[in-house]
């Protein structure tokens, strides 16, 4: 076995075996004393912690991707320079090889659609720690698994993964279904991960008899998972339930625990809240490990629900009802009180959910009181139906008029699909 593969191993059984909270207080004293020690650390080998004056967690600036971008030759450990490193992951993106190094680290680009792109620099270490920690938490065996992933980018920081008793694939969500139809038949994976958006391409491929494959696992990443999707993909494919890994270039942030809930991983990252409402929050991470580029206190932009009752299955980590989307995906129209009135995404999905007949939408706010619909079908009973559903939400929301476009469903396979989005 290579080094790499050991590191790995070594993450799996710790994963596996060795951290499982099902006391919340226990939880909280692994997370004082870990990130005393991980403080301490970037005191002494971050010039940007090392500035800073002593103290708790709570005393520390709250970075966001543009702020942490400001400052990253000064957060890192490593003599790595920002534009060297971005210069380097672009050309790596643009040649589909992903296989950006320096320094020994992996660079990787978080794929924000709005703003600026964030730089995310990996070690090897680091590396393994997060592919052991991945696996031991979301396979319940190794052996025997034909694993296929369909992932966008950062090809090469998934393919550290393969050995003899696991088989993994990686398939390029840029290229179309029909081309991916042969290797995937060929391996017939037991465990198949990819973005809702491609899950749902596959789901149609198995309809129409041009893939027959029957995975006994189906795992959603990288884009928000809407409950008619949920539906779509599980029927499709016969299984109980979807299962979902939040994960990002910020960190393994939660996955589905057996019972169906998406629990947050609380044992890798320290998750403070800046609520919303009374359920919905912002998530602000702090990264246990992460010591080539520090991850303290880092906003993250995300819309999370807090699930109403406990999980079944009894874990201390905090338990979630869904991930909800970018707050961007949030819209906030013009109120008849003349204040602006957010409807969050979820509403909007549910919304969209009840019209009959809809294949695919995105709804998309244009302006203070101009929304488009992106509809397949484009016209009809369905297209009718999706306007009065929105016009009913926006209505017991406390919208003032909004002018409804419908335009026909088009989407770029190479971009993440955001069903709900404010463009700013
Ligand atoms: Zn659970």
């Given at each position: 076995m290579s080094t790499e593969t050991l590191r790995i191993a070594a993450w799996y059984a710790?994963?596996?075996?060795?951290?499982?909270?099902?006391?919340?207080p226990r939880l909280e004293r692994f997370q004082r004393r870990i990130l005393r020690s991980q403080l301490r650390f970037l005191r002494r080998r971050s010039a940007w912690f090392g500035r800073l004056p002593a103290g708790d967690l709570s005393d520390l600036p709250v970075l966001d991707k543009?702020?942490?971008?400001?400052?990253?030759?000064?957060l890192v450990t490593v003599p790595v320079d920002r534009d060297e490193a971005m210069a380097l992951a672009i050309a790596a993106e643009r040649s589909r090889t992903f296989d950006a190094e320096l320094h020994g680290c992996t660079i990787g680009l978080s794929t924000g659609t709005s703003g600026h792109r964030g730089l995310f620099l990996v070690s090897p270490r680091e590396r393994a720690q997060w592919a052991g920690t991945v696996l031991a938490r979301t396979l319940p065996r190794l052996r025997g698994q034909r694993i296929a992933l369909f992932l966008r980018a950062g090809g090469d920081l998934y393919e550290t993964?393969?050995?003899?008793?696991?088989?993994?694939?990686?398939?390029?969500t840029f290229r179309p279904v029909a081309e991916h139809?042969?290797?995937?038949?060929?391996?017939?994976?037991?465990?198949?991960?990819?973005?809702?958006?491609?899950?749902?391409g596959l789901v149609d491929a198995v309809a129409d008899g041009s893939l027959r494959i029957s995975p006994a696992k189906v795992y959603s990443v990288a884009e928000v998972l809407t409950p008619l999707d949920e539906e779509r993909i599980r029927e499709g494919f016969g299984v109980p339930l979807v299962h979902q890994i939040y994960q990002c270039t910020e960190g393994f942030l939660g996955h589905t625990?057996?019972?169906?809930t998406l629990h947050l991983n609380e044992d890798i990252v320290h998750v403070e809240r800046e609520h919303l409402d009374e359920r919905r929050f912002v998530p602000v991470i702090t990264d246990f490990r992460r010591r080539t580029q520090p991850i303290v206190r880092y906003r993250m932009g995300d819309v999370l629900v807090l699930r109403e009752s406990p999980c079944p299955c009894g874990s201390a980590m905090t338990a979630l009802e869904r991930i909800e989307g970018r707050e961007d995906d949030v819209l906030r129209?013009?109120?008849?009180?003349?204040?602006?009135?957010?409807v969050y995404a979820d509403l909007v999905t549910r919304a969209v959910a009840y019209?009959?007949?809809?294949v695919e939408y995105r709804v998309v706010q244009t302006g203070a009181a101009e929304v488009r619909v992106e509809l397949d079908p484009p016209s009809g009973d369905a297209a009718d139906a999706v306007v009065v559903e929105l016009?009913?939400?926006?209505?017991?929301?406390?919208?003032?008029?909004?002018?409804?476009?419908?335009?026909p469903f088009e989407h770029d396979p190479s971009r993440k699909l955001r069903r709900v989005e404010r463009l700013p």
């Open positions: 710790r994963a596996r075996w060795l951290t499982s909270f099902r006391s919340r543009a702020s942490m971008m400001a400052h990253f030759n000064e993964v393969g050995s003899r008793t696991v088989r993994f694939e990686y398939f390029d139809v042969d290797r995937l038949t060929e391996l017939d994976p037991t465990i198949l991960v990819g973005p809702p958006s491609v899950l749902r625990c057996e019972a169906g129209l013009a109120g008849r009180d003349g204040t602006t009135v957010p019209a009959d007949g809809v016009r009913r939400l926006f209505a017991v929301q406390g919208v003032a008029d909004v002018r409804i476009t419908v335009a």
